[in-house]
């Protein structure tokens, strides 16, 4: 058995979305089927249309979404129909090296559906982060749906299935962001400002915002920015020096991906400090740095993957302070859209004028 309903896909490079009917089958062993209530446009998603990512072309897009579990298949037993759940992208194994070594944020096996959704014609679908989202019911594996708090809004806790959760987990979790650090975050996008806001979780006392668009930089200052900088014309690691003391902060933030950002990013560092790299670059992406310079600066150069979150862990937590008015996810939701109205949203993302635009079913 199957269902057919509406969703967006990426047919080939570069090429606009489509609305289209997608084939969902009806949930096997560890898998569910999820009615989807809101889905975030995040750049990844542009990332793979633009054939950024791989060529597994087509690809079904959206991964930052809520829903309500409708069907779940054998042998699922951590959710069951009914269930407000946020979907994720690390249903962790639990057996491989990484799991095995108790960090299951790097797990390196995570699970996804067994079973493909496809077109009408039996195309195979890629799901975007193997979730694929912006479609009325996903097939996924029963670990990628985390349980909430019912009372949440979709549309706002639906960002922590991706850029939201990569932010604030590149502050807190990457980063290691604590009380009284400085902090700097290039980009201030959705996944630029989740760190804004980690950080202020974390009680980082110098939070410097950095982006090329006055809007953003003004809702910046709204998840806990101290201090912003327009990065057109300004020489960007001057001016977060000039706001530390004349060294840099603790903790540098790149949430853009590309090179000339994560050079910004290593010089703007104090000594001994964090660069933490969470925007994605394209594979033709080239960085030149002097050795000398990263060995004489110490500290550490990471990259976040999904902010090294444990959604079992951090998603319910997140939501809770979300509930008690700490954590402004209502704030990244700039816009509610409709399904065929993807594609817009993507043009908005190079317009500025959005933080996030939602999908709502
Ligand atoms: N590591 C992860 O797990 C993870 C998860 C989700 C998204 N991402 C990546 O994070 C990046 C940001 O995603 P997003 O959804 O926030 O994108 P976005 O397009 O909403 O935000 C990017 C921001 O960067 C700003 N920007 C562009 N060029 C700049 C420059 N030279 N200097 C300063 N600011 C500049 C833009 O104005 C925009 O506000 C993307 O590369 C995305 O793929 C990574
Ligand atoms: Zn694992
Ligand atoms: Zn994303």
Redesign the pocket.
């Known amino acids: 058995m199957s269902q057919r309903v509406q969703g967006v896909i990426a047919r080939g490079k570069g090429a606009p979305v489509e609305l289209t009917t997608i084939v969902v089958p009806d949930p096997g062993p560890g898998e569910a089927v999820v009615a989807i209530q809101a889905c975030g446009?995040?750049?990844?998603d542009?990332?793979y249309r633009e054939g950024g990512i791989n060529d597994d072309f087509p690809f079904l897009l959206g991964h930052?979404a809520a829903g309500v579990v409708e069907s779940v298949g054998a042998g699922v037993t951590d959710v069951e129909p009914g269930d407000f759940v946020v979907l994720n992208w690390r249903a962790v194994c639990g057996t491989c090296r990484a799991c095995r070594k108790g960090k299951p944020w790097y797990c390196f096996a995570t699970h996804n559906a067994t079973q493909k959704m496809t077109l009408e014609d039996g195309t195979e679908l890629s799901p975007a982060l193997g979730i694929g989202a912006f479609v009325e019911k996903t097939l996924v594996h029963a670990g990628q749906c985390t349980k909430v708090d019912p009372r949440a809004r979709a549309a706002a806790v639906g960002l922590l299935g991706?850029?939201v959760?990569?932010?604030i987990?590149?502050a807190i979790n990457t980063g290691g962001v604590t009380r009284g650090d400085s902090v700097a975050v290039?980009?201030?996008?959705?996944?630029?400002?989740?760190a804004v806001a980690g950080a202020a979780l974390a009680g980082a006392t110098t939070i410097i915002a950095?982006?090329?668009?006055d809007q953003?930089l003004e809702w910046a200052r709204g998840f806990g920015a101290t201090h912003t900088i327009n990065?057109?014309g300004a020489d960007?690691v001057e001016a977060v020096k000039e706001l530390t003391g004349g060294f840099g902060a603790d903790v540098v933030i790149e949430?853009?991906?590309?090179p000339?950002?994560y050079e910004?990013a290593f010089y703007a560092r104090d000594l001994a400090g964090t660069v933490v790299?969470?925007?994605?670059?394209t594979p033709d992406m080239k960085i030149e740095l002097p050795l000398l310079e990263i060995f004489g600066r110490g500290g550490a150069l990471k990259?976040?993957?999904?902010?090294d979150c444990l959604p079992t862990r951090d998603f319910p937590m997140l939501t809770d302070l979300y509930l008690q008015g700490r954590l402004d996810l209502d704030a990244f939701v700039t816009e509610e859209i409709a399904l065929g109205q993807v594609e817009e949203a993507f043009g908005k993302?190079?317009t500025?004028g959005?933080?996030?635009s939602v999908v709502v079913f």
């Not at 446009?41 to 990844?44: A, E, G, P």
């Not at 950095?210 to 668009?213: G, S």
């Not at 790299?277 to 670059?281: C, E, N, Q, S």
């Not at 990259?303 to 902010?307: A, E, I």
Request: with cysteine.
């Open positions: 446009v995040c750049h990844t542009l990332h930052e991706c850029g959760m990569a932010g987990g590149a290039i980009g201030c996008g959705g996944v630029g400002d989740g950095i982006d090329t668009d953003k990065a057109r960007v949430a853009v991906g590309r000339e950002t910004q790299l969470v925007g994605v670059p990259s976040s993957w999904y902010g993302m190079h500025g959005v933080l996030r």
